[in-house]
């Protein structure tokens, strides 16, 4: 007779339980895992995590990296909206590295170590809190451009086109598929270095170079300049929740732009949630909400600064205006006094 403490659940085909532990929010999971051993490995395993995804029970989390005065390189989940985990560091720290998300993995692509910049991606196995080595860029970069379309990852500018390599690779696309990148043709003209920020939006990578920007829409090979008035607005990091892109302003608003119409709007509703200025601000789609993440001054002494988190509810009304609600805010972390948000990032899990 087979023995019953063999099963998960006692009296239960492992199948069933594996469904039914599938469906447990992770915030419950810490708990789950002291239940036993099996339950701890079932917990860490490819096996749940597929089992998750298939039942359409995964949940959106933030990821964020942050950079202390020793210009070292701290990575962090956000848990329960009320702290952050540290994680395991990035094995290469870089400074300019450009960001992208694939299903559960977080990448970190280019950037310079000891100013020198590299070719190399590391790869974030969210469900495992894991590093790995990703296959390395046809060319260095730094402070590119990263977005991310049908399921590939589109980066561009970060390298001077001052010969055949550089020019013919001054954008590339990494195919998680094949584990290869390849070129991506662009028009000499439009070929700057630096890119201060990026976003997918309407199945475009938008890249905002020093002067000006472009759009790239992969599917039919097609290079844009972006319009004066996306480039006058769009100062710092920024993330497109439902189609509009948000970023904010150095006069301490939250502002839209709609693509279609060519307009930005000041996100409105506010004014009695967040603080009149978010100094440090980098935002993320989190499931669909608003979530921005700044610096603020901490302890009296000034040795400490705090960073805070909040989840904004954004909508379009009739009229177009765009209002946000503020769900929660929270002080997440404290960290020493000159350290600064470097990205933010949503993963599934």
């Known amino acids: 007779m087979k023995n019953l403490n063999s099963n998960l659940i006692p009296f239960l085909p492992d199948d069933v339980a594996v469904n039914c532990l599938a469906r447990v929010p992770r915030s419950q999971h810490t708990t789950l895992s002291l239940v036993s051993k099996p339950f701890r490995l079932l917990l860490s395993s490819p096996l749940f995590f597929t089992a998750r995804s298939l039942l359409h029970s995964t949940q959106h989390l933030l990821y964020l990296s942050l950079r202390t005065?020793?210009?070292t390189l701290q990575w962090f989940t956000l848990q329960n909206n009320n702290h952050l985990l540290p994680l395991p560091p990035l094995p290469s720290p870089a400074i300019g590295s450009a960001y992208a998300v694939i299903g559960h993995i977080i990448y970190v692509i280019?950037?310079?170590?000891?100013?020198?910049?590299?070719?190399?991606?590391?790869?974030?196995?969210?469900?495992?809190?894991?590093?790995?080595?990703g296959p390395s860029m046809r060319v260095c970069r730094e402070f590119a451009a990263a977005g991310v379309i049908d399921g590939k990852i589109y980066v561009i500018g970060g390298c001077?086109?001052?010969?055949?390599?550089r020019s013919a690779n001054w954008a590339e696309v990494f195919d998680p598929s094949t584990d290869r990148w390849e070129s991506v043709p662009s028009p000499p003209e439009i070929r700057e270095k630096w890119m201060h920020a990026s976003a997918v939006v309407d199945d475009k990578v938008y890249a905002m170079a020093d002067r000006g920007g472009v759009s790239l829409d992969p599917r039919n090979g097609a290079w844009e300049s972006v319009g004066s008035e996306l480039d006058l607005g769009w100062?710092?990091?920024?993330?497109?929740?439902n189609g509009i892109l948000y970023c904010y302003d150095y006069l301490g608003k939250i502002k839209g732009f709609d693509v279609k119409q060519g307009l930005w709007k000041e996100?409105?509703?506010l004014d009695k949630g967040l603080p009149r200025f978010l100094c440090g601000a980098t935002?993320?789609?989190?499931?669909?909400?608003?979530?921005?993440v700044w610096e603020c001054q901490g302890n009296e002494k000034g040795k400490e600064m705090d960073i805070w988190c909040a989840e904004i509810d954004v909508n379009k009304n009739k009229d177009g205006e765009?209002?946000?609600e503020v769900c929660?805010?929270?002080n997440v972390l404290s960290v020493p006094k000159g350290s600064s948000i470097v990205h933010c990032s949503s993963v599934s899990l």
């Open 328 to 330: 929660w805010l929270n």
């Open 283 to 292: 935002m993320a789609d989190v499931g669909g909400k608003l979530v921005v």
């Open 110 to 133: 280019g950037g310079s170590v000891n100013d020198i910049p590299s070719r190399h991606v590391w790869l974030l196995d969210c469900r495992f809190n894991r590093w790995l080595q």
């Open 69 to 71: 005065r020793a210009t």
């Open 235 to 241: 100062r710092g990091r920024a993330c497109v929740v």
């Open 322 to 324: 765009l209002w946000g």
């Open 267 to 269: 996100l409105k509703g």
């Open 160 to 165: 001077v086109p001052d010969n055949w390599a």
